[in-house]
C-alpha cells in the first residue's frame, strides 16, 4: 500500500491544485518513484488511498495503464483517514494470502532496497520497521530491537519507555496479516481516525514490532517546499540508479548487492524469494 492521501499542506501552494503523490521531480512523479521501487522487487499488486484531489491520481494511474500492474484505490474523499484508519479502511482489497503487507508513504523517497528488507521478515514478526539514527523530534525506542515506546527530545514527552535506542521512523513498514486484523479493534477503541504509530504504541508491550536498520541507506522526505531543489537533486540520482537496477536485474549476471543504494540488482531467485514473501 502506498499512503497518497494527505493534504500536502507543507507543500502549498503547489498542493492548492496537485496532489503531493503527482509532485513531479526530476521527471517523474513521486508517485511513479515509489511504484517503481515496487515493480523492481515483483510486487504487482498495489493499493492507493485517496483523499486531496482524488480525482487526479486516478486519472494519472489510468492514462499510465496502472503501469502494468494491477492497482486498486481505497477512497477517502468523505474523511482523511490518517495512515492506521487508512490502512484499516484498505483492509477488503488485500488478497486472502499469509503473505505480509508492504506499506510505504509517497513522500519519502529512499535507496533502501527493498528486497533485503522483505527477505529479513520472519514468520513470527508482528511487524517490522525501517528506521534510523538521524536528527529528528520524535522518535521510536526499541529494546534489543523491539519496539518499546517513543520519545520527544525535545519536550521530554514519552510513551511507554522512551529510555530504549532511539530510531526516526522512515515511513515504510511490513505488517502480518494477523497484526493487521488488530486494526479493527483499535478503529473500535479509537475512532476511525488514527496514526499507525499510535497503534503501534498501543500494542507494542504484546506485540512483535522490530526495528529494520537498512546499511548504507540514504532517505529525503520531500514534505516541505524549501527542501524541493535539494529533493530534486536527490530524485535525479535515485532515478539513474532504478534506471541501471532495473537493466542490471535483466541481465543473466545480476547478483544481489549487500548496499541499498548500490546499482547491483537481486538476482532471480531472489526475486522469487520476494514473491513468496508478498504476492
Not at 218 to 237: C, H, P, S, T, W
Amino acid at each position: 500500500m502506498i499512503f497518497c492521501a494527505g493534504l500536502g499542506t507543507r507543500l502549498k501552494p503547489i498542493t492548492d491544485t496537485l496532489p503531493k503523490a503527482l509532485l513531479p521531480l526530476a521527471g517523474k512523479t513521486l508517485l511513479e518513484y515509489q511504484i517503481d521501487a515496487l515493480k523492481m522487487v515483483g510486487i504487482t499488486d498495489i493499493v492507493i488511498n485517496l483523499h486531496h484531489h482524488a480525482r487526479k491520481i486516478v486519472d494519472f494511474i489510468r492514462q499510465n495503464k496502472s503501469f502494468g500492474i494491477s492497482i486498486r484505490f481505497s477512497d477517502e474523499t468523505d474523511m482523511l483517514l490518517n495512515t492506521g484508519g487508512g490502512l484499516r479502511k484498505a483492509l477488503p482489497l488485500f488478497d486472502s494470502s499469509d503473505e505480509p503487507l508492504l506499506a510505504l508513504n509517497v513522500d519519502i523517497l529512499s535507496t533502501i532496497n527493498i528486497s533485503d528488507f522483505i527477505l529479513s521478515w520472519r514468520n513470527d514478526y508482528d511487524a517490522m520497521l525501517v528506521v534510523s539514527e538521524r536528527l529528528t523530534q520524535r522518535y521510536l525506542s526499541f529494546d534489543n530491537g523491539r519496539l518499546c515506546g517513543w520519545k520527544n527530545v525535545e519536550t521530554g514527552e514519552t510513551r511507554g519507555n522512551g529510555n530504549g535506542k532511539l530510531l526516526a521512523f522512515s515511513g515504510m513498514q511490513l505488517l502480518s496479516k494477523t497484526f493487521l486484523n488488530q486494526l479493527q479493534d483499535f478503529e473500535s477503541e479509537k475512532g476511525s481516525v488514527f496514526s499507525l504509530i499510535d497503534f503501534y504504541l498501543a500494542y507494542c508491550d504484546k506485540a512483535n514490532i522490530r526495528a529494520y536498520e537498512p546499511t548504507d541507506y540514504r532517505m529525503m522526505d520531500v514534505g516541505k517546499i524549501d527542501y524541493l531543489k535539494q529533493a530534486e537533486q536527490f530524485a535525479k540520482n535515485l532515478s539513474f540508479t532504478q534506471v541501471q537496477t532495473a537493466a542490471l536485474a535483466s541481465s543473466p549476471s545480476s547478483s544481489v548487492s549487500s548496499k541499498p543504494d548500490s546499482v547491483a540488482a537481486p538476482a532471480s531467485s531472489t526475486y522469487s524469494s520476494v514473491s513468496s514473501k508478498l504476492k
